[in-house]
């Protein structure tokens, strides 16, 4: 049974037209706006109806760093919406779309794995509903409207060395790092040095997925600080008069899209910002929607819990005014044992000392997890090749941490694989154990944020910031911008910001090497170590295999 591919898997299952999907939900068809026969966007006056209903739980699914051996965050989150389903309950499924930068270059597509996905498959993991095209779309017009502004005699006095708006696409695209623009003579502007992030790291995308409404849309998208003036002040997005023109092209983009399970229970699948550059969580009116339809919703949040989680409840929680009710942490044994020093090659062989010696990493995110007042549950997303020794291996050590770890078999078996694993954390959930609370109060200096993320959630012993960073810090602070929060941008797979560094290392030093004030999104962005906010692609990209077959089918994306 599990050895199909994800992709035949997916294009066997049955799908519900989504207008069905959406009656069971009490979305009429009027409030549906179809994008084909299985994904539509929910109105806006629908969402704006559901005010006064009461909120279901939320159950936020993180995980340990990533490993080559793969963690399967996203399945388990399918997996454990499914499993909810299944026992009895009414359960939605919140997760990001996919950037296709990522998809041609190293990762692939993904929307979960085995019997447990979100399908469209295919369509999630390329143009989806054109929510990505919206908002580089919105970002360009910004950045046009920039240098035409100064072209035309720059009336708000840019300093044109000072102009922090990059450009971005929604590729891996290295060339694009740093350039410069403008060449070509007096008819083509004012030669600046410029450049490109991908897409999923512009403001535009952080600040769509955690707008409320269009109108609090705009007035984030008008706060967004585009340049200054030689006299250090700051000129907004407002000043340049393209907030309004920027939302209409995002109105259609801040619907939530709704799709569907394998097993034709309902998902979001809204926004996508990055995990290690950006705040990684899906949007705030697609989660705060799904509370309101659903009394149980499975979100996940990017990469290990060290960068998703923490930005979850930091950012996004903060922001919002959410509160998870119970973590699930995704381990895999495989991953264990990579983490305790076995090659990927040698992952098949059984080995419970080196799943013991692994195991820190994971104990040190139940540590940190635990630290937000959350309860936590170990989810062990189970592989063939794993056997009972070393799944008692981890439960044992997770039991020393204070908390539970049970085996789930979704990528197997769907939501019979999930059922005990949905029955628990239903259970924990409902016992209302959490007392959420972020780890560092709103009137904390940007600096000390910092450090304390650093050391409390990084294990660091210091934070290494020259002076230019540190004023840079104080001087937003007396602009009024020192009680955001802080969104670290840093390698996702350590705790450090050496991406070599496996397990639990502690003694280290993290170095930032600038800081990005996003005023509109409402956080400062620390960039860590050697973190790039527009990747490259690898040697051999993804997409040299992606192609059509004979029968008009896309192979190569999984």
Known sequence: MAHKSDIEIAREATKKPILEIGAGLGIGEADLLPYGHDKAKVSQQFINSLVDRPDGKLILVTAIN????????????????????????????????????????????AAGGGYAQVIPME????????????????????????DNHIYWGNELEIDIRRVV??????????????????????????????????????EVMAILCLATDLADLQRRLGDMIVAYRRDRSPVFCRDIK????????LKDAMQPNLVQTLENNPAFVHGGPFANIAHGCNSV??????????DYVV????????????????????????????VVC??????????????????????????????????????????????????INHFVTDTDAEVQAVKDYVATHGAEAILSRHWELGSEGSAELAARVAQIADAGEANFSPIYPDEMSLFEKVETIAKRIY???????????????????????????????????????????????????????????????????VVCGEIMTMPGLPRTPAAESIRLNEDGQIEGLF
């Open 66 to 109: 990533p490993t080559p051996a793969g963690e399967g965050k996203t399945t388990t989150t399918v997996g454990l919406g499914d499993g909810l389903n299944r026992i009895g309950n009414k359960a939605m499924i919140c997760i990001r779309e996919a950037s296709l930068g990522p998809n041609f270059g190293m990762k692939g597509g």
């Open 123 to 146: 369509e999630m993991n390329l143009h989806f509903t054109g929510d990505f095209h919206a908002i580089t779309s919105a970002h360009s017009l910004l950045s046009a409207m920039i």
């Open 165 to 202: 708006w990059r450009r971005v696409v929604d590729m891996n695209d290295r060339a694009l790092r740093q350039i410069t623009c403008s060449l070509g003579g007096v008819a083509n502007g004012f030669p600046r040095e410029t450049g490109f992030d991908i897409t999923v790291a512009s």
């Open 242 to 249: 393209a907030d309004g023109a920027m939302t209409v092209l």
């Open 285 to 294: 009116i697609a989660t705060k929607t799904a509370l309101k339809l659903a």
């Open 299 to 326: 979100t996940e949040a990017g990469f290990g819990a060290d960068l998703g989680a923490e930005k979850f409840m930091n950012i996004k929680c903060r922001k919002a005014g959410l509160a998870p009710s119970v």
């Open 330 to 379: 995704v381990a895999t044994v495989r991953a264990m044992k990579m983490n305790g020093g076995v090659a990927k090659a040698d992952l098949g062989a059984e080995n419970v000392e080196a799943v013991r010696n692994g195991c820190p990493n994971l104990g040190r995110h139940i540590e940190n997890l635990k630290s937000f007042g959350v309860p936590v549950v170990v989810a």
């Open 459 to 525: 294990r660091a012993d210091e934070v290494i910031a020259d002076k230019k960073i540190r004023d840079q810090l104080t001087q937003w602070e007396e602009q009024g911008y020192g009680h955001l929060p802080v969104c670290m941008a840093k390698t996702q797979y350590s705790f450090s910001t050496d991406p070599n560094l496996r397990g639990a290392p502690t003694g280290h030093s993290v170095p930032v090497r600038e800081v990005r004030l996003s005023a509109g999104a409402g956080f400062v962005v």
